[in-house]
C-alpha cells in the first residue's frame, strides 16, 4: 500500500509564492511517475505539471508554465511544485498523483491553495464522507 500526503498549501496574495510538498511512503519511489494535478470548485481535475522517474523530463499546463516549478527527490521520496506569480485563477485543490504502468495509480487527499487580494483568514478544510 502506499500513500501520498501533500503540504504547503494556503492563502496568498496575487504576485506571491507557494511551495507544495508531497510526501510518499511507495517501497519504489523512483519507479514512479509523479504528477500535481488541481481541481478549482466545480471543475475537473486538470494536470498541472510532472516529472519523470529520475527527473529528466518535466512538462507543464501552458498556463502555468513558467511560473511553476516540478521536482523529485527519490531519496527523501518527495515531490514538490514550486510555484511563483501566483493569480487567483490557480485557487484550488491540489493533489500529489503516482503512476506506474501496471500498478494501482496513488493519490493524495490535496492541499487547498487560495490566491486572493485582502484580509481573510486562512479557512478551514471541512470534508463529509460515508
Known amino acids: 500500500q502506499g500513500q501520498l500526503v501533500e503540504s504547503g498549501g494556503g492563502l496568498v496574495q496575487p504576485g506571491g509564492s507557494l511551495r507544495l510538498s508531497c510526501a510518499a511512503s511507495?517501497?519504489?519511489?523512483?519507479?514512479?511517475?509523479m504528477s500535481w494535478y488541481r481541481q478549482a470548485l466545480g471543475n475537473d481535475r486538470e494536470l498541472v505539471a510532472e516529472?519523470?522517474?529520475?527527473?529528466?523530463?518535466?512538462n507543464y499546463a501552458d498556463s502555468v508554465k513558467g511560473r511553476f516549478t516540478i521536482s523529485r527527490d527519490n531519496d527523501q521520496k518527495m515531490v514538490y511544485l514550486q510555484m511563483s506569480n501566483l493569480k487567483p485563477e490557480d485557487t484550488a485543490v491540489y493533489y500529489c498523483?503516482?503512476?506506474?504502468?501496471?500498478?494501482?495509480?496513488?493519490w493524495g487527499r490535496g492541499t487547498q491553495v487560495t490566491v486572493a487580494a485582502g484580509d481573510w483568514g486562512q479557512g478551514t478544510r471541512v470534508t463529509v464522507s460515508s
Open positions: 516529472i519523470s522517474r529520475f527527473g529528466g523530463t518535466t
Open positions: 511507495l517501497s519504489t519511489f523512483s519507479d514512479f511517475r
Open positions: 498523483k503516482a503512476a506506474q504502468i501496471g500498478r494501482p495509480v496513488y
